[in-house]
Each structure stands twice: as structure tokens, then as C-alpha cells.
């Protein structure tokens, strides 16, 4: 079920009447006004269907322009607004908490340019991830990004989020050039982002690993030895993969003979497959007679590839599958980063199955807690124990999805009071009445416009 919030509807804000609808369908397009019930209940749920707003009114803008209008229009009416992307957050960013104006830049879906020399890409906001990595793959270049929810989240929702995905460890931050905000500051309607050379050689490799230690390790060992070609690092631990065996069809485990205490998925990318692939089976025999790993298998051919990114990308959905999920976000030292699970396992004992994968890499733990139902009692147990115990040792309780609605009152656990004034200070300049996705991002005692 969806999540109960406490939090009060700003009464600063208009309500939407007739006007309002009239003035948006002067400027706008036909069916780009939407009020049809259908598509405001799935406009107004999240992907995990825990958040749940009551919004009347998505608007569909084709181009910057009516953005402008719009977000003018809403703020001489002190109407609020939600920009809604993919609408693929895990964090209840993306939906409204009340009745804000949605407003989806899904219609602005153009490429503009390629600079085939510099790798420059120009697109729309709208543009989603999957479409422009397509494109750019006819042109031999990569979206230095890449994620599970690659075939619905937009572009502009992985600005806005500065997503991290599978391949940070290889291209970094997508906010090398862009400052995100989970638009708290306003709408993104185009992006240019530099884009890294696609190269022709890319090879997977399984692993598994008995102990986390070895995990570390073999990081360690990848980044050294594999160096210039490592692109992908990412790990899973048992309870992980019997839950994707177990929920997601077709999936099975590339060592059938038993269950593993982690996996490891090592990617490399690179211009010489046989020097390339030599170099990743050479690193998988010395793994295995370093006793880092007890078992490995090099993908065949790029249905196993995708066999075995199934495994890592599916354990979102296969969470979902498995009833109520309590989802966090963290980024720890990595010697420390596996602790909490093992700890959270043990606080909350054999009701609930506590899952640690992610983006090893880049230190980014997703730490998952699965139980049958929702129940208050485990969520007693889970908060704020791994708030407090991720401000402890000094990491981050939003890596990469943002801190939406969710974690908009626990910004404290990670950031000064000092930096919190300043954020607000910066959405006061920029947005003074407040309407740009209300709730989110920042505590409504700190900033309530
Ligand atoms: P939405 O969910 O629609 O919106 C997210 C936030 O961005 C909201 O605050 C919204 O207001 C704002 N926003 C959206 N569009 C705009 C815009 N044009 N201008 C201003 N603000 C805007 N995230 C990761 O970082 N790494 C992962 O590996 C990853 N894997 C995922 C796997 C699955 C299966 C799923 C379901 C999600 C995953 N996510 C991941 C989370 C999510 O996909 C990302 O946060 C993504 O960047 C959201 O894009 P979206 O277009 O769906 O945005
Ligand atoms: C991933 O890395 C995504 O798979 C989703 O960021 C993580 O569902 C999650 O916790
Ligand atoms: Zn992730």
C-alpha cells in the first residue's frame, strides 16, 4: 500500500479552478491537457506504488517555450508543480504529495544534434535514456550512463537525480558539466551532455565470492589490474540472487550447482577483444588461485551478457514482486559498506530477508529489506537505526536516487545545517514562492516558502 505522509498541504498554494484549465488550453496543445482519470492515476503513483498524490492536471508542453508559460502561469498563481520524468524515482520525487500540476516533458523527445567529432550530444529533456544510447550506438558513441530503468527514465530525469547506474565507475558523475535538483529549481528542457567513444569490445564476467573481504579485494585487484578497460563493478549477495531466482522468470544462476555468499559482475570495454579478453581470463585465473573467487564464467556471447546483467538489473522488480520492500540508498567507505547488512540481518532476525548489492565502485550500497507485508514494527527496527548508523560512519543516506519525498526530513543525517540554509537560500532565489515540487529535497522546518 501507499505510504501515509505528515505532512500538511501548503496552504500558500492556489487550488486549480476553471480558469487555470482554460488558460493552459490556450496555450497548449489538444491532448496536452490531460484531466482523464486514467492517466492522472498512473501519473500520480510512483513506480513502486508507495507514493501517491492527488493531482487533477498533467500537462504535456512541447517545447521550452510553453515550459516558460506554464511555470509563469503556475507561479503568479502560486499553483505548485511536480516535474515528472520517466517517473522511475525510488525516492517520491516524482509524484505529486497533493494536488500539484504535473508537469512531463515526455512530448519533448527530439535529438538535436550530434557533434560526430567532440561526441556532443544536444537533445531534449524528454529524450529517454534507452532511445538516445540506440542512437548514438550507429554513430559509435555511448551514453556514459546506464541503468536498469533505462527504457522509461528520461534524460532529464537523470540529470535532475545526477543518477549514478552501472557504468559510474568507468565515466563518473553524469555532473561533470550539470547541476542536478531534483526539481525543486525548475524544469530541464534540453541537455548537452559529452559523450565517451562506444568501443567494439565488451566482455562480462560472473564471479562469485565467498566473504566480502574477497569482494574488496578483487576491486582493488580489477581497478589495478585491469585498469584502462574495467567498466562495470557491481556486486550482489546471496539473499539478492534467491530472490531474482525466485521471482523473475526465465532467470537462473550461472553456477547451478549452489548458492554463493556474493557475485560479482566485472565488465570490461575496450578496442581488442582477443587482448581485452585475454587480459579479463588471465585476472579470472589468478582471482581463482588467489582464492579471491570459487567460482567464474566469461559471458559467450552477448545473450549470456544479457543473461547475467538480467540477475543484476532485475532485483528491483524482483523486490517488488516479493511484497513490501523498505528501500535505501547509501554511500559508505567501502570496508564498511557490507556491515550494515549483516547488522540489519540480525536486528530484524528471520521476519524479514535483508538484501546488499550495488555499485561496489563506486562505494554505493543498495541495502533492501523484504518482508511479506508492510509492518510498522520492522519499520521501528530499520529507522532511524540506518540514518544514525550511516551519519556514524561518515557516508551519505542518498547516493544516487535522490532524496525526494522520502528523506526530504532526514537531509540532517548528511549534511551540515549550514549547507541545508544554503540550499534553501538558493531554491528562495530561484523559486520564492515555493512551488517547484513542494515537499521534496529540503525539510519543510528549514524552508517553507
Ligand atoms: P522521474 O522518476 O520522473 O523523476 C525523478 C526526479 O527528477 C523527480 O524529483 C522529478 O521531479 C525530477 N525530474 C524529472 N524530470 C525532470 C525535468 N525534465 N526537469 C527537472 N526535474 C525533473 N537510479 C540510479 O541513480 N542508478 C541506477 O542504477 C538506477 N536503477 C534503477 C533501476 C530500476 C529498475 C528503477 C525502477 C529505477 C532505477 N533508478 C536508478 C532510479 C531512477 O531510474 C533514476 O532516478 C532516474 O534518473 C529517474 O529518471 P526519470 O525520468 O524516471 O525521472
Ligand atoms: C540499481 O542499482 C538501482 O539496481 C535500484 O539503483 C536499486 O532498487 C534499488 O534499491
Ligand atoms: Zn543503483
Known amino acids: 500500500g501507499s505510504t501515509t505522509i505528515n505532512i500538511q498541504r501548503n496552504p500558500s498554494f492556489s487550488m486549480i479552478n476553471s480558469d487555470d484549465i482554460n488558460y493552459f488550453r490556450d496555450i497548449l496543445d489538444d491532448n496536452t491537457v490531460i484531466q482523464d482519470e486514467d492517466r492522472l492515476s498512473s501519473a500520480n503513483i510512483d513506480w513502486m506504488r508507495k507514493y501517491k498524490g492527488s493531482s487533477k492536471l498533467l500537462l504535456l508542453p512541447k517545447d521550452t517555450d510553453e515550459v516558460s508559460k506554464i511555470l509563469r502561469y503556475c507561479n503568479s498563481r502560486r499553483l505548485a508543480v511536480v516535474p515528472q520524468g520517466g517517473n522511475t524515482g525510488l525516492v517520491g520525487g516524482s509524484v505529486p504529495v497533493y494536488d500539484e500540476v504535473i508537469v512531463n516533458v515526455g512530448l519533448m523527445n527530439k535529438i538535436i544534434s550530434l557533434d560526430k567529432v567532440s561526441g556532443i550530444l544536444k537533445c531534449e529533456a524528454g529524450c529517454i535514456l534507452q532511445n538516445l544510447d540506440s542512437f548514438l550506438a550507429n554513430e559509435c558513441y555511448l551514453m556514459p550512463i546506464d541503468l536498469g530503468a533505462k527504457g522509461s527514465c528520461q534524460i532529464g530525469g537523470n540529470v535532475s537525480t545526477n543518477a549514478g547506474g552501472l557504468h559510474f565507475v568507468r ?22 551532455i559529452l559523450t565517451p567513444a562506444r568501443l567494439s569490445s565488451t566482455n562480462l564476467a560472473f564471479l562469485a565470492c565467498e566473504d566480502y573481504s574477497s569482494c574488496q579485494e578483487l ?54 577483444d582477443s587482448y581485452d579478453r585475454a587480459k579479463l581470463e588471465t585476472f579470472l585465473v589468478n ?24 540477475i543484476r538489473e532485475g532485483i528491483t522488480e524482483a523486490l517488488m514482486k516479493a511484497g513490501a520492500v523498505y528501500k535505501y540508498d547509501l554511500s559508505l567507505p567501502v570496508e ?15 521476519s524479514a530477508k535483508v538484501c546488499g548489492y550495488g555499485h561496489l565502485g563506486d562505494g554505493n550500497l543498495h541495502l533492501n529489506i523484504s518482508t511479506p507485508n508492510y509492518d510498522d514494527n520492522v ?6 537505526f540506518v540514518y544514525e548508523w550511516t551519519a556514524e560512519h561518515r557516508g551519505s543516506i542518498s547516493a544516487e536516487h535522490g532524496l525526494g519525498l522520502m528523506k526530504a526530513d532526514k537531509i540532517h543525517y548528511s549534511k551540515s545545517t549550514e549547507t541545508v540554509r544554503l540550499m534553501a537560500s538558493i531554491k528562495k532565489l530561484v523559486d520564492p514562492n515555493g512551488i517547484m515540487n513542494p515537499y521534496k529535497v529540503l525539510p519543510q522546518s528549514i524552508y517553507s516558502p
Not at 186 to 191: P, R, S
Not at 293 to 305: M, P
Open 379 to 384: 519499520f521501528a527496527q530499520i529507522e532511524p
Open 287 to 310: 582471482s581463482m588461485e588467489g582464492g579471491l573467487i570459487s567460482d567464474g564464467v566469461i559471458a559467450q556471447d552477448i545473450n549470456q551478457a544479457s543473461s547475467f546483467w538480467r
Open 336 to 350: 564498511k559498506l557490507y556491515d550494515i547488512v549483516v547488522e540489519m540481518q540480525l536486528r530484524l532476525g528471520s
Open 171 to 192: 565515466y563518473g558523475s553524469l555532473h561533470g558539466n550539470v547541476l542536478g535538483s531534483e526539481g525543486t529549481l525548475g524544469i530541464i528542457t534540453k541537455v548537452s
Open 219 to 272: 576491486l582493488l585487484k580489477a581497478k589495478r589490474g585491469l585498469g584502462e578497460v574495467l567498466s562495470a563493478f557491481e556486486f550482489l549477495d546471496t539473499n539478492s540472487m534467491d530472490l531474482v531466482l525466485d521471482k523473475l522468470e526465465g532467470v537462473r544462476n550461472p553456477f547451478p550447482s549452489s548458492l554463493h555468499k556474493f557475485y560479482v559482475l566485472i565488465e570490461t570495454t575496450g578496442t581488442d
